[in-house]
């Protein structure tokens, strides 16, 4: 395998004649806007977050990645040298068609499981915290 990245997460050079093909890579990003929460942090500046999969640090993320790639879009962005947000910026180098944070936020599925989601909850649903 030959590293595709160097420091900064800027492009290296091609490929090596030795090892021709591109292994994929795939990066994503998280923003959490917990500016609404500034008045609710607790006096002693314990973390007050708590992550779906009882990450009590606050420190983790998680994703799941369901392979769905339309076409031959997978193909033409290992064939490009876009990283991150490039890849389909207005003006930018790409091939690839990205929301914008709002468009993201207006993408919603309504929930299937009637449950209480919204606002502080005493626990998790199913789990223990782990301290």
């Given at each position: 395998m030959f590293s595709t990245t160097?420091?900064?997460?800027?492009?290296a050079d091609?490929?090596?004649?030795?090892?021709?093909?591109?292994?994929?890579?795939?990066?994503?990003?998280?923003m959490w806007n917990t500016t609404a929460f500034a008045d609710m942090w607790p006096t002693d500046g314990s973390q007050?977050?708590?992550?779906?999969?009882?990450d009590s640090r606050g420190y983790g993320t998680h994703a799941d990645y369901v392979f769905g790639w339309?076409?031959?879009?997978?193909?033409?962005?290992?064939n490009d040298s876009c990283m991150f947000h490039y890849c389909g910026s207005p003006g930018m180098q790409g091939v690839l068609k990205t929301q914008t944070v709002e468009e993201m936020n207006a993408c919603a599925v309504e929930s299937s499981v009637?449950?209480?989601?919204?606002?502080?909850?005493?626990h998790l649903p199913g789990y223990e915290m782990e301290a």
């Open positions: 160097r420091g900064g997460f800027r492009p091609p490929c090596p004649a030795s090892h021709p093909i591109k292994m994929p890579q795939l990066a994503y990003e998280t007050p977050f708590v992550w779906s999969y009882s339309k076409g031959d879009s997978l193909q033409r962005v290992m009637d449950e209480d989601v919204e606002g502080w909850l005493d």
